[in-house]
């Protein structure tokens, strides 16, 4: 006989005292206190989403929910303890029961639990990016693919085309002609280190970042009994920035919501921006037709900007047709000046009159770090660390390494420094290390026999390396890559006397570099364009002696050549690409080479596909949001280059979005 028996939660109804009215807009407190179900809550930039989320979470306290039976996932870890702390500031009670974090994190907590369900144990290793190339060398090892004739893609690249196939539901046959057409021909070999990889996994016990959300979701479809225990728990779900989500993210908020269906997902679909990287718009665009009940929420009051930029980021956005409706307006009063749009000559004086404005809002009062110049690549911030170098402008950057102390323009800059000093031994080992088969041992053991030739220490250059380079060491793997060495340091030197630097530079990357990058990084493009903006900043010198003593000179941190970082000014001004600038703010903005072909990017145009140029439309509007008081956009009207001569450039298409009394053009003229 089976007795029934009660237990009783301790109750948390109105513990926290909090006047939600008060204390919110009316946008705000509409989707805070939202009733059960489906909620999608478009919560515009500078909205206070953040804040939305967190009185949710305490608003459900408030009702009675216990912390068990919340789950709040977000994107960073950041994001999670920021908003998990501000929950406990606003509520007096314990929440160290409710499950906040990333999907990964949530991920791992639930296999930490269950792996033994797919064949793993519960005491399995996550694998770092280090060591998921480690064992992805050696899978690539023990399938013994014949690369001697052809470069097969490095581990770097392989962990980017598995990551993709896994987060974006593609077949890898399709991702290879979408994205990577290049390895087409190795479509059978990438496919059985695919499986071979994952075989791997298993034995060693080891899991990747995505396997946390891969083999969770198999896991919870495999498996309805799990399924349904977490269901029962989870009774009310929250997500942030809900237009990041892949397929598989997607898939698993499916899962663990059940039928109940309380979920509650918040995000600006306006600032959906990684499609490169397997984030699918189509789930927030969507998300009233998946469920069908759903009720949509608009926080459209912006606290971050005054209203010139605001009526300039609400026009922007009108030209895309997959959106949701939506205007923000501007809780502050209005600004001192509209928006400037400043065409300028080329790229050197863009930077001319971003650098001179800087120091000019500098003595008006406005911080240093108060200020951001963005861009849509990160090579297009060359020009500006020249300039910033020159007038002692401390600059930090956020989209990558100082452009001159990138590894791809190191080894450009190797094959320079080699035929000029041909006993820089740093420079040759650099140099032989790119070519496929040759480790540190063998160049080392090249290196010897090279400085073991008279051309070593002569002070004229050979007029044919190949023809010396032919006679070392180099094992039969690597004889056509050698080969093709030579015959790229033959181009360097022209009937004795050294080649223009650009045209130095542009032998190089034809002839080895263009190869490995495409072999060794996934943003290969993107490292080629840095080629060819270094090309044309060598462009406007006749001597490789001086290009290279300037290369010096600008690879060393803010002029020192010691390459200290210690010490540094803390007030600096930010250099940031957009994608890594969403989520900040700053008084000031630049967004900078607003033309078409450089922002909106040359590879979209050329795609003359609608979905991308308007997800270059939402970058555009991402970087002008940034701005809480002033925003220049500037462009330059011509581009020089080293093999086409000047360009003249297209202002961006979209500025012609931009109604013209929004902005206020500068003419900016010589002194």
Not at 197 to 202: F, L, V
Not at 231 to 245: A, M, N, P, S
Request: proline share 4%; glycine share 6%.
């Amino acid at each position: 006989m089976a007795r029934e028996y009660t237990l009783e939660r301790r109750t948390t109804k109105g513990a926290s005292g909090i006047d939600y009215a008060e204390e919110l807009n009316a946008q705000q407190l509409a989707a805070v206190t939202a009733p059960p179900g489906p909620s999608l809550v478009i919560a515009g930039a500078g909205s206070g989403k953040t804040r939305t989320l967190t009185y949710r979470v305490a608003y459900l306290l408030d009702k009675g929910i216990e912390p068990r039976n919340i789950l709040l996932l977000t994107f960073t870890n950041k994001a999670s303890k920021e908003m998990l702390d501000r929950v406990r500031s606003l509520v007096p009670f314990d929440i160290s029961e409710m499950w906040g974090g990333t999907f990964h994190s949530v991920g791992n907590r639930i296999l930490r639990r269950h792996a033994d369900e797919i064949g793993f144990t519960k005491s399995f290793s996550i694998m770092d990016r280090d060591d998921q190339k480690s064992l992805m060398n050696s899978v690539v090892a023990g399938c013994e693919i014949d690369t001697t004739v052809r470069r097969f893609p490095k581990a770097d690249v392989l962990i980017s085309i598995f990551s993709l196939v896994e987060n974006t539901g593609v077949t890898l046959e399709d991702l290879l002609i979408a994205r990577y057409p290049y390895f087409e021909e190795w479509g059978e070999e990438i496919a059985r280190v695919e499986q071979c990889y994952r075989k791997k996994k298993r034995e060693i016990n080891s899991m990747d970042f995505d396997d946390l959300l891969i083999l969770t979701l198999r896991l919870l479809q495999k498996n309805e009994e799990l399924r349904r225990l977490y269901q029962r728990r989870f009774q009310y779900v929250l997500v942030d920035e809900f237009q990041d989500t892949n397929y598989v993210q997607s898939e698993l908020v499916d899962l663990l919501i059940g039928e109940h269906q309380s979920l509650m997902v918040v995000g600006d679909d306006a600032q959906s921006i990684y499609s490169w990287r397997g984030a699918d718009m189509e789930n927030i665009l969507g998300f009233p037709e998946r469920y069908p009940d759903t009720k949509v929420y608009r926080i459209e009051k912006n606290y971050r900007s005054v209203p010139e930029i605001l009526d300039l980021s609400n026009a922007a956005m009108k030209a895309n047709r997959f959106r949701f409706e939506k205007e923000l307006v501007a809780a502050r009063s209005g600004g001192s000046m509209m928006p400037a749009l400043v065409p300028l000559e080329d790229p050197e004086t863009q930077a001319q009159f971003v650098a001179q404005r800087i120091l000019e809002l500098r003595d008006e009062g406005v911080e240093l770090e108060e200020m951001a110049v963005l861009y849509r690549a990160h090579h297009q911030s060359m020009s500006l660390q020249f300039e910033f170098q020159n007038r002692n402008i401390p600059f930090q950057i956020t989209s990558g390494l100082r452009f001159f102390e990138q590894a791809h323009i190191k080894d450009v800059a190797a094959f320079l420094r080699f035929v000029t000093n041909r006993r820089d031994e740093v420079s040759f080992k650099r140099m032989a290390c790119l070519l496929p088969g040759i480790g540190g041992k063998s160049a080392d053991k090249l290196w010897r026999a090279w400085a073991s030739t008279v051309y070593a220490t002569s002070e004229n250059p050979p007029e044919r390396f190949s023809e010396i380079l032919a006679d070392l060491p180099v094992s039969k793997k690597s004889t056509i890559h050698w080969e093709q060495l030579g015959h790229t340091l033959d181009e360097l030197v022209v009937e004795g006397e050294f080649a223009r630097p650009a045209d130095m530079i542009f032998s190089v990357l034809e002839g080895v570099c263009d190869e490995h990058m495409r072999e060794t990084f996934d943003n290969y493009e993107n490292r080629r364009s840095d080629i060819e903006e270094l090309m044309r900043y060598a462009d406007r010198f006749e001597d490789i002696h001086e290009c290279l003593a300037q290369l010096s000179l600008m690879s060393a941190v803010d002029g020192d050549p010691s390459g200290s970082k210690t010490e540094r000014d803390p007030e600096q001004v930010t250099l940031s690409s957009v994608h890594q600038a969403k989520g900040l703010e700053w008084k000031v903005v630049f967004v900078i080479s607003l033309t078409d072909g450089m922002f909106p990017n040359g590879r979209v145009l050329d795609a003359d596909d609608e979905q991308m140029l308007e997800e270059e439309r939402r970058l555009f509007y991402v970087a002008i949001t940034r701005a809480k008081d002033e925003l220049y956009l500037t462009y330059p009207q011509i581009n020089p280059r080293s093999y086409t001569g000047d360009v003249i450039q297209r202002p961006s298409r979209f500025l012609d979005d931009c109604p013209q009394e929004l902005m206020e053009e500068w003419r900016v003229g010589g002194s």
